[in-house]
């Protein structure tokens, strides 16, 4: 069973949530269990645990390479590319390939007839696997500073899981390509949101979207206490169950801070997370991807 | 003049923070980069004066009338977007980049293209001057296309009403669309915060910045959360040659504030933390003169 932690704004608990909740259920006896850092450009996971690498590997995507031996300049490939990633100027003789541009779909290579185009291969990102303990995995994707999309990075960190057992993804902020990729295969949603004007606007965002997708979810509401309380009349209005509210606390701010768990220190915690994680399971656990 | 304020990481307070330079100002133009997630206009209610479509890609569909099931484009997508679904050729919204392979290589011409022409980009008046936003639909892929719409059309409108100042709230994270944010501004503030994962994204917010040899600036916010932390980032700054901005306290004001949709200045002008603030940006508008 996948669950994702997402939210539409940023920095509202989503690392905090998947962590302490990972932490908790890693300590039952689940067969297969895995923590997915999907938030590929800003990967935080990690901070919160110690695990020793069992492996790291490049995600590579493909860009072209144009031998101009052969290169006629007929400007096929050019016309082929849904991206402009290939600059040319055939008077002068001049053709480049825009390798930020690319997103490596191979369309110039079936374009070009005079067998001009081969194909490199670029790291978008590396993938990490870390064993946490015998029957638990974090998976850590992390995209190279500068590539275009996290999308393939995130892709291949799921994928790493095997697809069985229980797998947490933490998803990336917002609601666009990188959370649409991360949620997808999802069977539950959990949303992390604060009770702020900002933190609404952005859940309304997440739950339309998911609603769409037909994606079942619920809400965790953190730094409860700190904001106002039309995120609960919004909640009860939808429909949409809070599944916890962790209180705005300085300790357990402090805790993050340090890159700590929470849980470690407030053991009443880790059993509330067990609980919802056990509700959750109960009720989509058997639903297919 | 072109001051965009970003963070790495989500939550810091960017929003807040660009708001506030907003209204610290005489007339300014505010752009709204972060189109995933939009905020400002939740605190300034702008008035809607226009309205333009941005097409931010397209996504291939099949006709099924002419579609005879040979399972070539299957075999030519490599974003793993067509499959057979109960032996039919089927192609996933979700995976799916638009790179048109599919559409022509079809031998029935079965596949055509349809533009993603649900993300806006609006322009209206508020209280403080002219305000641009973006709203990328969900699901788009967050080029940064959208992003340089929405700078393009501030500057024209600072010409034309001959406004100097543009401040741009971006978004988070450190992929295309944050490098769109920054790309050739005069001034980039990086807010962060005091924790393990601020100062991680910190650092990485950093070199993406330092890659284009942009006056950065760092604003520690929530700095009473872990003085150490706060420390650490302060000389992390010093020895990196990163012009070190101020640290702003916590206060749960900030958070009432924008509960009453108004800014720091407007709704705490005699806080420490709007002094604070007022003094930043001096600095930043003052620098070089």
């Not at chain 1, 899981?161 to 390509?177: A, F, K, Q, R, Y």
């Not at chain 2, 920054?182 to 962060?192: D, K, L, P, S, Y």
Request: charged letters at 20%; hydrophobic letters at 35%.
């Amino acid at each position: 069973m996948k669950i994702a932690i997402a939210s539409g704004k940023g920095g509202t608990g989503k690392t905090l949530v998947s962590t302490n909740l990972f932490y908790s259920i890693s300590k039952q006896n689940i067969k297969n269990c895995f923590l997915v850092d999907c938030d590929a450009e800003e990967p935080n996971d990690m901070i919160f645990f110690k695990g020793k690498v069992e492996k790291t590997f490049d995600v590579n995507q493909k860009v072209p390479v144009i031998n101009e031996s052969k290169c006629t300049y007929c400007g096929k490939c050019h016309e082929f590319c849904n991206y402009n990633a290939i600059f040319i100027l055939p008077s002068a003789k001049i053709i480049k390939v825009i390798e930020d541009l690319c997103h490596g779909c191979g369309a110039c290579s079936v374009a070009c007839k005079f067998d001009a185009i081969s194909e490199k291969e670029v790291s978008l990102g590396t993938i990490s696997r870390f064993y946490f303990n015998k029957s638990s995995t974090i998976v850590e994707a992390k995209m190279k500073i500068g590539v275009m999309s996290p999308v393939p990075v995130i892709k291949a960190a799921v994928k790493e899981t095997g697809n069985e057992g229980i797998i947490i993804l933490d998803s990336p902020p917002g609601t666009s390509c990188p959370f649409i990729q991360t949620v997808a295969t999802a069977d539950y949603v959990i949303l992390v949101t604060e009770p702020t004007p900002f933190g609404l606007s952005d859940l309304k965002q997440s739950v339309d979207t998911l609603k769409t997708m037909n994606k079942p979810c619920g809400v965790i509401i953190n730094r409860s206490g700190l904001g106002g309380n039309e995120i609960y009349d919004y909640l009860n209005q939808c429909n949409i169950p809070i599944l916890m509210e962790i209180p705005f606390d300085k300790e357990i701010a402090s805790h993050y801070s340090k890159g700590e768990l929470f849980v470690k220190y407030k053991k009443e915690w880790e059993q509330h997370f067990i609980s919802m994680f056990n509700s959750i399971v109960e009720k989509y656990g058997n639903s297919s991807n | 003049m072109e001051i965009a304020v970003i963070s790495g990481k989500g939550g810091t307070g960017k929003s807040s923070i660009s708001a506030a330079f907003a209204t610290l100002s005489d007339k300014v133009i505010l752009a709204d980069c972060d189109v995933d997630a939009a905020n400002l206009y939740i605190l300034f209610n702008p008035t809607h004066e226009e309205e333009q479509i941005y097409i931010g890609g397209q996504k291939a569909i099949i006709d099924y009338s002419k579609c005879y099931n040979c399972g070539l484009c299957v075999s030519y997508c490599r974003f793993d977007a067509i499959s057979f679904v109960n032996s039919k050729v089927t192609i996933s919204e979700v995976s799916c980049d638009g790179c048109k392979l599919c559409s022509r290589i079809c031998p029935a011409n079965a596949i055509s293209m349809v533009n993603s022409d649900k993300s806006l980009m609006y322009t209206g008046t508020f209280r403080n001057g002219k305000m641009v936003y973006g709203r990328l639909a969900p699901g788009e892929e967050n080029s940064g296309k959208l992003v340089n719409m929405v700078r393009d059309k501030a500057k024209t409108i600072a010409e034309a009403e001959n406004i100097e100042t543009i401040i741009i709230d971006g978004p988070p994270g450190i992929g295309c669309p944050v490098i769109s944010t920054i790309t050739g501004v005069e001034h980039v503030v990086i807010v962060t915060e005091p924790s393990m994962s601020g100062l991680n994204d910190l650092q990485r917010t950093i070199e993406i910045c330092s890659k284009f040899n942009l006056t950065t600036w760092v604003i520690i916010n929530k700095c009473d959360l872990n003085p150490e932390i706060s420390n650490k980032i302060q000389e992390f700054c010093l020895s990196h040659n990163i012009n070190f901005l101020c640290r702003l306290p916590f206060d749960p004001e900030v958070v009432k504030a924008m509960i009453n949709k108004k800014t720091i200045p407007e709704y705490m002008p005699d806080y420490e933390i709007n002094k604070l603030l007022k003094n930043a940006l001096n600095i930043i508008m003052n620098y070089g003169r």
